[in-house]
Structures are given as C-alpha cells and as structure tokens.
C-alpha cells in the first residue's frame, strides 16, 4: 500500500533542500525566503542567468555541454564522461542519478533533449556551447586533482596569448588523456588546448571538440606555425625546411617524422585536418 501524501511532502523537502543548497531559498527562522541566487533569477528571469547559476554551483554542466556537442550520449555515458572530466565529483562508476538529474537540469532551460535513450544539445544549447567557451574564460573554477596552483587567467595559448573556459580546457585533455601525443608531456599545467582549424580565422569551430587536441605549449606554438602537422591517419608530418638544435624537439618532431601518433580514433574530423593541412603549402 503506497503513501502518496507522504511521498508528496518528501518529494517537496527534497526540492526545498536542493533549492536551499543552490542559493535559491534560505530558511529564516520559521519560513523560507529568496536566497542571493533566488533574488538574482527573479530580478532577471532569463535562462541566461539561471544557467549562470546552476554552473556556479555545479561544476561539470560546461563539460557535458561540449561532449553532447559532439553527439547525443545515453546516461552511462554521460556519467561516464562526467567523472573522466571532473573526477573530483566522486560518483560510483555506473551510477547514474546524478547524471539524469544533469541532463533534467539542462531540459528544463531548453538546452537539452532527450531522444529516445539518449540525450542532445538543443539549438539552444549549441547556440550557448558556441560562444561559452570564450565567454566562460574568466569562470573561476580549477580543478582540484589536474591543475594545482593553475588558474583561469593562467591558461594562455603560447601564440595567441588567450584564454578559454575552463571546463572547456578540461573536456579536451579529459578526451586526450592528459598527455600531448607528441611529446609526451603530461603534466596538466604545461599542455594547451590546440586548434587545428585555428582559433582566429575560423571562430565557429572554436568550441568544436573535433577541431581541438592537447599538446604542450612548445608543441602547440610549432604545431601553429606549421613546423609540423599530421595527417588524416594521424601520422606525422614535418615541414622540410625545419631545422633545429634543439634535442627535445629533434627527438619528438623531426626523429619521428611518419609515425602515427597516439590520438584516440575518430576525435578529430578528417575534412579539419585536410583543410588545415591545404593552407600549410609543404604537405
């Protein structure tokens, strides 16, 4: 025999409670009022400030934002790509009620929807995925177990000297292991988030995680000036008319000039890679 008047009000507590811990209510004394969060989404009333919020609060929503960017994801594979990002989360592997309350979270502002088992960014959603990660650089989150003593403002392309979305940066070396496939080097703080249909001339692909791979910042700043690039097999190729005294540079780009690298499979777009490869003049 079900209780639903009971079911209803712990139903309500656990709203209230959430509500509470978001900044949206907060308890005086014997009643509940508008928390600073609260008064801030009635003042503006907009799914721009709500989402503000709810990504102040909750780090990951950036994340999977961009990963469903990519493609539509069931609820294993959307926890599963929350805790590879931000393992600092702490879920069981396989759970998955904090994921569908995510994805829910995102459904109701319209930024997401579900398609059969699986969940996709909305045109709305893509809208936001496309300027988030130039408008979320200055977002104060750094996480806890990848980047010690980093902050936002710290993450500099070497070229170009911008910043990008935090959680932006940790999708990307989240999906590349950490590791730039060239060098090796994989401490977090020393790899950048390189594009292969560059940041400047090409500003609707910037949020494009198929258009993007880690690499160290030496890497990177040779990678765009064409000192060296890879092919749609993922091999590389080196301009013949680079010359160096450099040993680490030596033994990581010129010495293995036609090796495949270590880039997961179908990461990056082959046409990206092509229409890169067509401006470099050498290939």
């Avoid at 926890?79 to 994805?103: I, N, Y």
């Avoid at 045109?123 to 977002?139: K, M, P, T, Y």
């Avoid at 999708?171 to 390189?194: F, I, K, N």
Wanted: net charge negative; aromatic share 8%; glycine share 8%.
């Amino acid at each position: 025999m079900g209780f639903p008047r009971l079911q209803a009000r712990e139903d309500v507590k656990r709203r209230v409670s959430y509500l509470q811990q978001a900044g949206f209510l907060r308890q005086a004394n014997d009643h509940w009022e508008l928390g600073d969060a609260g008064r801030r989404y009635v003042e503006k009333g907009d799914v721009a400030t709500l989402l503000r919020i709810m990504c102040d609060r909750n780090v990951g929503l950036r994340s999977l934002m961009y990963a469903l960017a990519v493609g539509p994801m069931t609820l294993g594979a959307v926890s599963e790509q929350q805790l590879d990002t931000h393992p600092e989360l702490g879920w069981s592997r396989g759970e998955t009620d904090m994921a569908k309350q995510r994805v829910n979270w995102l459904r109701s502002m319209g930024l997401v929807e579900k398609r059969g088992e699986e969940y996709a960014l909305t045109d709305n959603g893509l809208q936001f995925v496309e300027r988030a990660v130039e408008e979320w650089a200055d977002s104060g989150w750094t996480s806890s177990v990848s980047d010690v003593g980093m902050t936002a403002g710290m993450y500099e392309a070497t070229v170009h000297a911008r910043s990008v979305d935090p959680e932006f940066r940790a999708t990307v070396l989240s999906r590349h292991d950490r590791t730039c496939p060239v060098s090796g080097v994989d401490h977090p703080g020393l790899l950048d988030v390189a594009h292969v249909l560059s940041w400047s001339e090409y500003p609707e692909y910037r949020a494009d995680l198929s258009n993007v791979l880690a690499l160290s910042k030496t890497h990177h700043a040779a990678f765009d000036r064409g000192l060296f690039t890879i092919d749609q097999e993922y091999r590389l190729r080196v301009n013949p008319s680079f010359e160096t005294r450099s040993d680490l540079l030596q033994r990581t780009i010129i010495d293995r000039a036609g090796e495949r690298i270590s880039i997961p499979d179908d990461s990056l777009k082959p046409q990206y890679v092509t229409q890169h490869n067509a401006s470099l003049g050498w290939v």
